[in-house]
């Protein structure tokens, strides 16, 4: 089994490149308070005084924002926050994605109906201004995003999990397993899960790079906590302090890169991944 | 050939998902911390005047009635006046309206016309070098936060190289008369190119992965290798035959892509100080203008839902097999 | 009229070999009705879409050649089928369960194109052939402005054979154009094919792996097995006095319903392993072995499989 996974990983390459891009940022985030230079959220002086926007040094590798933190700190906690949330929105997508296209799937009936139509009123709701309106009600927050998409973003996962689950269903196996006097839930959990579950992973690494642009985007917007470091928070500071005319690259670009790195890996995994489930025979 | 039955039932599903997400928006707001006007009002009004504005804002009848004005004003377009400019909610909407649709739509369609030809290329090169590099570089392109791209671009274009503007609609002090006067002038497109390119270079993901695996699934579709069998060019086969049906799927996920930017333009429009129904909606939840965000998410969410339904007819309409299915 | 020379196609990939199509030799006479009756595997599908010049990239023609009317239109050194023959010479028909029509074009904006684009005729023209077409193939002309979903599977096959006589092929090849149809409009569409034959002098190569529907209509059969052709001859000589253990076993698979035998003879796979290592023991490839024809082992096999068969008959 071990070595299925292993040759699996050496053929695709890029399975391989996503996940080696999650376990570079797992490393970090664990060793973070090894590989950062600084408190991240601590305002530095310099001999001059406030040590602010300063260039890249061996001090502050890759310089210091207006209000003289260090960047490089900021971009290797960054990280935890970028997991953190990426890992549970995950988490809640592919649960709950994979329990209602369970459900809804092998029942049928009204509470398939039912849940379709809660699908319908989900997607009916405009993502961001959700997150947006959340984040003003309950407070700015990390979890409002991973909540936003818990409520919001369940249908995708829902719907195909279910159509995959309705064509399980008439498999021969599954009445097989009916007729032997097998109780609804173990043959949901025995028979049907372990052909979702692929799916469920496939939905699940894709919504960690929506939470992190999410969360990205609403901290950009100023309606993300101010005492976490994340990235979004650094771009957010950088353009509200006019890095933008100062021209200040290093400062906004590198939390950018890594975002795109978090989020393409999800894309690189899921892409694996398909190409495994559904191999492509060549012409 | 249509079928009107169908095209009613959907019409009206559509009135109902419009009714219970209205209502679930007139809860969020009711909930939100404290009374709606404890923000806006602080502490320096005397309860005379508190109890007037409470009167005028109607937040002393009961929850009921509360409801019921709300959804008849709704109907009518009255989302009250805004808290903090004291104008009509909708008058601010309409005027913000035109400028998200007019980003939108531009940048929807530079997104669409690019992908759907560079996917249909890339479907041909597939297993070659060109689709290897390809590939990632689409991916890499949906996986930036497009207020980042934004942000580059800004940095680099406009105050690097002063080629582009910074942000706006117009320069200070330049006001357009009508929203057609705003359309015909080549002051507005100055602006709009540099938000527009940005947003089409994220948009643009989506079409081009799509089309290119319509085209790989068409390509190996019996009718296909009958057109080969037939000695028709390939030009003709890719065009005609393949193509067309690939396109499908596409143009229903156009109108779907409408209503999803619309909600997701708020962080370019706020990047480049674009004055759209997002940027309104932002500046209203920063600034506990709850009239205003209501409005503005009300109508958000109302052209989304307009979208889906849209794009549920245009699905109906465009694939023969299903609008014949529905007809019997 | 059309020439196959011992024609091997093979799918070449990056650590493997498929021996699709290996030594195949036969031909096709005017006016003649020739069967090729094989399984699903047995090569007869690459054959025909070499033929037809649709074979996918990783086919590639290791040897051999393709002779249409004594002009050579494809051998194994230039991959490409020479000459406009597509269509306009030979036409195929597909298999009726196939989604061989564009479902969003109509049927006579389908048969427009092929009249227009490969053939010399302009809109009104092609049209007034389109119906000629369809009244020969027994459908209403008004039907030619439907979609294709819109007919039944009967009723596609014959659009398919109208849309196959567009440009008055002199070869159709069909491929088990009745497999997917019942009984009934099967009967109606081989009579069909024989009318056609008569009608406009074609000749036709039928590729099934239905016996019976060969015994019906062909007069010369090809029987395809693994690849390669293991008897050819007039129909009758093939099924009444077959040769090889393969058409034995065909013949014991489909059983005549006057027949009172109640069980159907599997074709035993063990038999046929046997047979293959006789091939490798005498080092060839197909059965054109005099040493492995007249060798002892060759002699039981084939025994045992003639047991069979007289066992049947002698029930029947």
Partial sequence: MITEIYKIFRENNYATVGVGIYIFFILISIFADIIAT?????????????????????????????????????????????????????????????????????????????????????????????????????????????????????????????SQVLTLRERGYIESAKVS??????????HIAPNILPLSFLYGSIAIGWAILTEASISFLGFGPSDVISWGYML??????????????????????CIVLMVVAGFFISRGYEEILFPKIKE | MFDFWSI?????????????????????????PGSPLTAFIGTTFTDEQHDLLVKRFGLDKSLFE????????????????????????????????????ILTLFSLIIAYIFGVIAGAYLAWKRDTL???????????????????????????????????????TSAAGVIYETTLSKLTSLHFYY???????????????????????????????????????????????????????ALLPVATAFTLGVGFAFGGNVVIETVFSWPGLGRLLVFAVSSSDYPLAQGAFIFLTAILILMNFLADLMYLFLDPRVSYKTKN | MLEIKNLSIHYIGKNYRVKAVENVSFNLTSGELLGIVGESGSGKTTLIRSIMGVNPQSAKIVSGEIFYKNSKILDFKDDSIKGDYKWKEIAFIPQSAMNSLDPVYRIIDQMREILIVRGDYNKKTADKRSEELFSLVGIEKNRLRDFPHQFSGGMKQRVAIAMALALDPKILIADEPVTALDVIVQRQILDLFNELRNRLDLSIILVTHDV?????????????????????????????????????????????????????????????????DLKNTFNSLSLNNEKLVKSDKFVSLKNKFTKLNTQNEKNN
Wanted: neutral net charge; hydrophobic residues 50%.
């Fill in chain 2, 130 to 168: 060109v689709e290897g590099i390809s590939i990632p570089i689409v991916l890499t392109t949906r996986s930036a936060p497009e207020f980042w791209l934004g942000m580059i671009a800004l940095a680099f274009f406009s105050f690097q190289l002063d080629i582009f503007p910074s942000g706006g």
């Fill in chain 2, 191 to 245: 602006h709009l190119i540099l938000p527009s390119l940005v947003l089409a270079l994220y948009l643009q993901g989506l079409p081009l992965l799509l089309m290119r695996s319509n085209m790989l699934e068409v390509m190996q579709e019996d009718f296909v290798t009958m057109s080969k069998m037939k000695g028709l060019s390939s030009w003709r086969i890719v065009i005609y035959h393949a193509a067309r049906t």
């Fill in chain 1, 38 to 162: 600084h408190d991240p959220l601590r305002i530095n002086f310099s001999s001059s005084g406030l040590a602010r926007n300063l260039p890249p040094s061996w001090e502050y590798l890759l310089g210091t924002t207006s209000n003289g933190r260090d960047i490089f700190s900021q971009l290797v906690y960054g990280s935890r926050n970028a997991l953190a949330v990426g890992l549970s929105a995950a988490l809640a997508v592919a649960v709950l994605g994979t329990v209602v296209g369970l459900v809804s799937g092998f029942y049928g009936g009204w509470i398939d109906n039912i849940i379709m139509r809660l699908a319908d009123i989900a997607l009916g709701l405009p993502f961001l201004p959700f997150v947006i309106v959340l984040a003003a009600f309950l407070g700015p927050n990390s979890w409002n995003v991973v909540i936003a998409i818990g409520l919001l973003l369940w249908p995708n996962a829902g719907r195909i999990i279910r």
């Fill in chain 3, 212 to 276: 019976s529907v060969v015994a019906y209509l062909c007069h010369k059969v090809a029987v395809m097995y693994d690849g390669e052709i293991v008897e050819t001859g007039p129909v009758k000589d093939i099924l009444e006095k077959p040769y090889h253990p393969y058409t034995i076993g065909l013949n014991n698979a489909f059983p005549d319903l006057h027949s009172t035998n109640d069980f159907l003879e599997p074709i035993s796979d063990s038999l046929f392993h046997e047979l293959d």
């Fill in chain 2, 66 to 101: 509360q409801y019921s004005l709300f959804l008849v004003n709704t109907l009518k377009g009255d989302f009250g006046l805004s808290f903090t400019y004291n104008k009509p909610v909708i008058d601010m909407i309409i005027q913000a309206l035109p400028n998200s649709i």
């Fill in chain 1, 236 to 257: 957010q500071d950088a353009y509200s302090s006019q890095a933008l005319s100062l021209k200040a690259y290093i400062w906004f670009i590198p939390p950018g890169i």
């Fill in chain 1, 181 to 190: 006097g097998c109780s609804n839930f173990r043959i949901i959990f025995m």
């Fill in chain 2, 8 to 32: 009613i039932r959907r019409f009206l599903y559509m009135i109902f998902v419009l009714w219970i997400v209205a209502t679930i928006i007139f809860f969020m707001f009711r909930l939100m």
